[in-house]
C-alpha cells in the first residue's frame, strides 16, 4: 500500500514554470514506477510522464517533451514534475500515480493515485 499527495500546482502565466511534487508513504519507493497524469474538463485522463524505480529511465508524451522533465528522489520518497515553459493547453489537474509493474503510458497500469493538484495556465 502506498499513499500519495501532490503539491506545487497553482496560477501561473502562458512561458512560466512550475514544479510538481508527489510525496509518496511506504519503504518501498523505489520499487515503483511512478507516472503524471493530467485530465482537463471535459477530457480524459492523459499520460504526461513516466520513471522507473532507479531513476534512468524516463518517458513523455509529444506534447510535453522538451518542456517538462520527470525526476525522482527515493532517499525522500518523492517524485517531481519540472513544467517549463507552460502553455494554457497545459491546464488540468495533474495526478502522481504509482504502480510496481513495468513502466506504462495507460492509467490502467497504475494501482494508486494521489488527490490531484491543479495547475492553471493563463495566457
Known amino acids: 500500500q502506498v499513499q500519495l499527495v501532490e503539491s506545487g500546482g497553482g496560477l501561473v502565466q502562458a512561458g512560466g514554470s512550475l514544479r510538481l511534487s508527489c510525496a509518496a508513504s511506504?519503504?518501498?519507493?523505489?520499487?515503483?514506477?511512478m507516472g503524471w497524469f493530467r485530465q482537463a474538463p471535459g477530457k480524459e485522463r492523459e499520460f504526461v510522464a513516466t520513471?522507473?524505480?532507479?531513476?534512468?529511465?524516463?518517458a513523455y508524451a509529444d506534447s510535453v517533451k522538451g518542456r517538462f522533465t520527470i525526476s525522482r528522489d527515493n532517499a525522500k520518497n518523492t517524485v517531481y514534475l519540472q513544467m517549463n515553459s507552460l502553455r494554457s493547453e497545459d491546464t488540468a489537474v495533474y495526478y502522481c500515480?504509482?504502480?510496481?509493474?513495468?513502466?506504462?503510458?495507460?492509467?490502467?497500469?497504475?494501482?494508486?493515485w494521489g488527490q490531484g493538484t491543479q495547475v492553471t495556465v493563463s495566457s
Open positions: 500515480a504509482a504502480s510496481q509493474r513495468p513502466a506504462s503510458v495507460y492509467a490502467y497500469w497504475y494501482n494508486y
Open positions: 520513471i522507473t524505480g532507479s531513476g534512468d529511465n524516463t
Open positions: 511506504g519503504r518501498t519507493f523505489s520499487s515503483f514506477v
